[in-house]
């Protein structure tokens, strides 16, 4: 069975900064990623790159902003009034608060503070990384009803609800 749309699959994966080869993640050691395929549970590039693959296949993309995490969008850094913070004592940089966007919660990083003003950036952290992603595919599966219907996998290793 091949990876395609619909499908439950589970990779090790370990993924890098491509340009200084810093490891940022990798399940090696630990519990393999399971995911639907075709669902957007995983950034466009390296869902491409897995479609096709089978049980026992070995993968090595990169994957550049635009299919990752996206460009830094110097739009999405604002300046917020402090009064907008009521409730929290100690705002330091490095705080990551949850704000309402257009198109639902985002999360927000703080990157500067003083009395009057806290400048908030919701860029992903990993915009305008490029990707090294590198693992072996482990399982696939058909997806069930329940996980087609919800977008995403149940069960050991997937969601619980």
């Known amino acids: 069975m091949t990876i ?15 340009d200084t080869n810093e490891v940022i993640e990798s399940s090696v050691g630990a519990e393999p990623l399971l995911y639907l395929h075709g669902h957007n549970n995983l950034v466009p590039g390296l869902e491409n790159a ?5 049980v026992g296949d070995n993968y ?4 550049a902003p635009e299919e990752g995490y996206g460009v830094h969008d110097d739009s ?7 009064e ?11 705080m990551e608060f949850t704000a309402d966007g257009p198109q639902g919660p985002v999360v927000v990083e703080v990157k500067s503070v003083d009395d009057k003003v806290v400048t908030v950036d919701a860029n ?5 990384v490029t990707l090294a992603f590198e693992g072996e ?3 696939v599966r058909d997806a069930t009803a329940e996980e087609l219907e919800h977008g995403h996998v149940h069960g050991p290793g997937g969601h619980e609800h």
Do not use: C, W, Y
Not at 11 to 16: A, L
């Open 4 to 18: 395609e749309k619909d499908k439950v699959v589970t990779i090790e994966f370990t993924v890098k900064n491509a």
């Open 50 to 54: 897995l479609t096709g693959k089978a």
């Open 60 to 63: 090595s993309v990169q994957v």
């Open 76 to 82: 999405l850094i604002q300046e917020v009034p402090r």
């Open 84 to 94: 907008m913070f009521q409730g929290v004592e100690n705002i330091q940089v490095g």
């Open 124 to 128: 992903h952290p990993l915009a305008s």
């Open 137 to 139: 595919v482990k399982d």
